[in-house]
């Protein structure tokens, strides 16, 4: 389970959730042009004064378990709704875009099956 593909995929993603996450709230790196229903919703979501923010700690949380091997099929599970959500904003609202939502979940989903031991549990009843 710990082979140098999937620790390079567990850094990679990890990283990526860091950068993202924090970038959520110190906002070092521009919001690339979106179109304009996927504007729309992005400025819904900031409104609100929390979802973004909430997202971010999560991110960060996910990505620093992801960095320093802890818990990791808790983060990977923990990431999974986010990651569906990034995929289905993409496929709705920003379809050109959508490359970066394809890249996590397929990282994601090769790392969850890389620890499908631990999971197989949860479907056994």
Do not use: C
Request: no cysteine; aromatic share 14%.
């Amino acid at each position: 389970m710990n082979s140098t593909f999937t620790t390079i995929l567990r850094i990679i993603l990890g990283l990526g959730l860091l950068i993202f996450g924090l970038n959520k709230f110190i906002g070092f790196m521009p919001m690339p042009e979106l179109p304009e229903h996927a504007a729309n919703f992005m400025q819904s979501l900031k409104a609100t004064g929390y979802v973004l923010q909430l997202v971010g700690v999560f991110e960060v949380f996910i990505g620093l378990l992801l960095i320093i091997k802890k818990w990791v099929p808790f983060a990977l599970l923990l990431l999974a709704p986010i990651t569906v959500n990034i995929v289905l904003f993409h496929l709705f609202l920003d379809l050109p875009g959508i490359g970066g939502a394809i890249v996590i979940t397929v990282i994601n989903v090769i790392l969850i099956y890389k620890y499908w031991k631990v999971y197989r549990p949860l479907f056994q009843y």
